[in-house]
């Protein structure tokens, strides 16, 4: 992994790490994870690009949510925006799941920062709210998940919660094939998980908001993933003017993990076809 660093923000640590050089790309983690869980992707991009894994609030190594006021997208963003401003140039967004949800929200603030999008199954639950009733289903499929770990935190039961979202995104099972240890580690990282739902059940904007949005973007997509996230995508497919989509047969939500060589494939080929296009109209315009 490149070395780390941290950005202070609101008196608090959130750190981050980067490797190669050239055209910056930041990736945005999802829940229970952190900015190793683009190792894989960095290694792929090579020296081509300088790749930015940061480690969201209470995540890796950066310090826990500070507690100071409500907690939302704009919150997680944050810290993330004050990294991107620091590189002093437009970069490249890479977003999976929660992440997904907070690179939109970045990008929405501040389009002007983000060179091209990357968003693998973001889990924008809040765009379900105002469909029909095939998306209001698909939010009470996911809220019923969130009152379940939410419960679970209340509780102390931190294990059966972690399960039940684990599960979910994972496949029946996939919680007691791991190790007792890991079962753990991944049980301590439950209140997050609170945290996270929240921030994305409660997001106010709506799907028109993003209409917005004209960055070149790529969305990621397993053939097997929850019906929720393969919705969100269509919607989003859909609204974004540069979008396009790539779907992964036989990949679930964790395709990053499962099938990380056709994704990082996919986002290698859309990083340089975006910088390609870029140099071709500076040519055109000189």
Known sequence: MGN???VNHRGARIAYSESGSGEPAVMIHCSTASGRA??????HLGGA???????????GKSDPWTGDGLFDLGAE???????????????HLVGHSYGGGVALRVAGERPDLVRSLTLIEPSCFYLLRRGGDRERALLEEIANVAWTVSTAV???DYQSGMQAFFDYWNGDGAWMDMPEATRVSFARRLAKVVL????LLEEQARLSDHAALTMPTLLVCGGRSPAPSRRIVEMLASTLSGARVHRIAGAGHMSPLTHAHAVNAAIGFHLEEVGMSRHRSNALSA
């Open 49 to 59: 690009f300088r790749s930015i894994m940061p480690d969201q609030w209470g995540c």
């Open 154 to 156: 209340g509780c102390g």
């Open 77 to 91: 963003a944050a810290p993330i925006l004050q990294l991107i401003e620091r590189t002093r140039t437009p970069v």
């Open 196 to 199: 996270d739902f929240r921030g």
């Open 38 to 43: 683009w190792e894989s992707l960095a290694e």
């Open 4 to 6: 780390l660093k941290t």
